[in-house]
C-alpha cells in the first residue's frame, strides 16, 4: 500500500456541514495565532524564546493552511495540536486569572477556540462528514478490493 498517496489524498470537493465547520474554526485558530503572536514576541526574553515562538506560530499556520486545502493527514495533526494544547492550557486557567485577568481571557479564548476545533473534527470524523470519510482501515481495504 502506498501510505504517501493515502496520506496526500484530498477530501471530496462536494464536502458540507461540518467539514466546513472545521475549516472555520482552523481559520480562528490560526488568526488567534497570528494576533496572539505580537503579545508573545514582546515577552520573550532571549533569542532562543523568540526563535521558539516565532517558529511555532509559523508551524501552526502552515500546517492549519494545509488542513484547509482538504489535506487528510494535516487535519489529523492540526487537531491533535489543538488537542495537546487545550490539555496544556486549561489546567492554568484558574491560576491565570488569579495573576492577570487580560492575560488570562487571551487564554480562554484560544483555549475555547482549539477546543472548539478539537470538538468539531471529532463529530466530522464520526458522522463521516468529510473530515473522516473513508479512515476506517476495513474501507479502505474494501475501496481497495472494488
Not at 36 to 60: I, R
Request: proline share 3%.
Amino acid at each position: 500500500m502506498d501510505y504517501m498517496r493515502v496520506f496526500s489524498q484530498h477530501v471530496p470537493a462536494d464536502v458540507i456541514g461540518l467539514a466546513r465547520l472545521f475549516k472555520a474554526t482552523v481559520v480562528v485558530v490560526c488568526g488567534w495565532a497570528l494576533i496572539e503572536a505580537p503579545l508573545e514576541l514582546v515577552v520573550s526574553t532571549n533569542f532562543t524564546s523568540l526563535l521558539a515562538v516565532a517558529t511555532s506560530k509559523v508551524l501552526v499556520c502552515l500546517i492549519g493552511a494545509a488542513a484547509i486545502a482538504n489535506l487528510r493527514f494535516a487535519r489529523h495533526v492540526f487537531a491533535f495540536l489543538c488537542g495537546a494544547s487545550v490539555l496544556a492550557i486549561a489546567p492554568a486557567l484558574p491560576l491565570e486569572y488569579t495573576l492577570s485577568t487580560p492575560i488570562a481571557l487571551f487564554s480562554t479564548v484560544e483555549c475555547i477556540s482549539k477546543a472548539a476545533c478539537v470538538a468539531s473534527f471529532a463529530v466530522a470524523a464520526m458522522t463521516r462528514d468529510g473530515v473522516g470519510d473513508r479512515l476506517s482501515v476495513l474501507n479502505r481495504a474494501a475501496d481497495e478490493e472494488t
